[in-house]
């Protein structure tokens, strides 16, 4: 923008920020979903619309599952340790094994109008 007005580039930020009252921020990375996709839950949605308006709540049934870590995956250039020199730190913070894959384990569980599913992991 500083450049199709001719203006520098600070004066054009102070312009952004101050008068416009405005910021920048990155877009988003979503999962693309094609119109096949779309359609199907389209049609999802208004067969449960319709068990709803019918009273049917029965045959309706909210799930959710969420994957939980046992293992943390350790990232060294976010961890850091505060020492006045590498001989002061403990041994076993000094050295950190990698794990490719930490364990998890994942949970999935329901609800309805009848009541509620156990948890399965």
Known sequence: MALDLKVSRCAMTKIVKRDLGMSSFKSKKVHSLFQLVKEKKG???????????CGNLERILFSDENIFNIQEATNVQNDRILASSPSKVVKKFRYVSRIQDPKSVMIWAG???????????
Do not use: E, I, N, W
């Not at 609800?111 to 992991?121: D, H, Y």
């Open 43 to 53: 049609c999802k949605m208004q067969r449960c619309v319709g068990l709803v308006r």
């Open 111 to 121: 609800v309805s109008k009848m009541g509620r599913t156990p948890l399965v992991l």
